[in-house]
Each structure stands twice: as C-alpha cells, then as structure tokens.
C-alpha cells in the first residue's frame, strides 16, 4: 500500500503558524507532505522573469516547511515551479506527484499561503480531495480564553460545592 501524499501549495504569503498546523497534521496522519511553491509569472511578462519578491517568499516559504518538518520528523518533498497558470499547474503536480489530497489552509479574511481567487477555484473544482484547515482568528481564540467562575454569594458556593 502507498503512502498517503498531501499536496501543500503556496503562491503568497508566508505564514509560519498555518505552516506549523499542515506539518503538525501531516504528522499526526502520517502521510507525506508534498509542499509545492508556484511562482506565477503572467504570460505578458513570461520574457521578464518571476519578480525577485515572489522568489523570495518561495525560497521562505519552502525553507519554513523544511525547519518544521525538520523538528517535527515529518516526510516531505519540496518543489519550486514558475508557472503562468497557477490552478493548471496545481491539478498537473496533483496527478504527477500522485498526491491524493491538496491542504487549504484559511485564517478569517486574511490571504495566506494562496490567493482567496485560488482558494475559491480549487474549492469549487478540486482536482483532488480537499483538506481542509481554518484557523482561529484573534478574536476567536480570546473568546475561548478560560475565565475563572465566581459564585454570587457564599450560600451558592457551599451549595455547589456539597454536591
């Protein structure tokens, strides 16, 4: 039986913490994380090359999910791919890396990791099963914050805790 591969795409925005979730998982489940990095350079500028920004956060990106692969002993791949059609490029890698799932990872309204027009289009046509992730905001993780009970009056106290 082969192992289960997750493929774990990124155009923009580097995001150590939603990278942490995907290898922490990726671990726990035991499968290989396949961490693609797709410089997308728009066909009108195929002649020009990739930006050197976009460059640079593929490299970051690629070099967080080694470290936290790293600590956490968790197999991975990691591929660079320049590309002028980024969802193309992502169903392509899907089937030729034989990655049986692709890692969404979502965090309130911020674009992390993909752009929000890739996250809807590869939501709408997966070209593979889908994990995935949403990860709490701010807000909600204060929500959960524990708040120590304090009972009204002593007599509510004493009742409580007799039972």
Excluded at 18 to 34: N, Y
Aim: hydrophobic share 40%; charged share 30%.
């Amino acid at each position: 039986m082969e192992s289960r591969r997750w493929l774990f795409p990124f155009t923009h925005g580097v995001d150590m913490r939603a990278i942490d979730t995907v290898v922490r998982l990726a671990g726990d489940e035991g499968v290989t994380l396949v961490a693609i990095s797709l410089i997308a350079v728009p066909p009108e500028r195929w002649s020009q090359g990739a930006r050197l920004e976009h460059i640079q956060q593929s490299k970051d990106f690629l070099e967080a999910v080694k470290y936290k692969a790293a600590r956490l002993q968790v197999t991975i791949e990691r591929y660079e791919d320049i590309t002028s059609n980024v969802l193309g490029s992502i169903t392509l890698l899907t089937r030729d890396l034989r990655c049986d799932s692709i890692v969404l990872v979502s965090y309130g309204e911020k674009e992390i990791l993909l752009e929000a027009y890739e996250k809807k289009r590869l939501l709408e046509n997966p070209p593979a099963s889908l994990v995935l992730l949403r990860l709490p905001t701010r807000a909600e993780r204060k929500w959960h914050m524990h708040i120590p009970f304090q009972y009204p009056d002593e007599k509510a106290k004493k009742q409580n805790l007799s039972l």
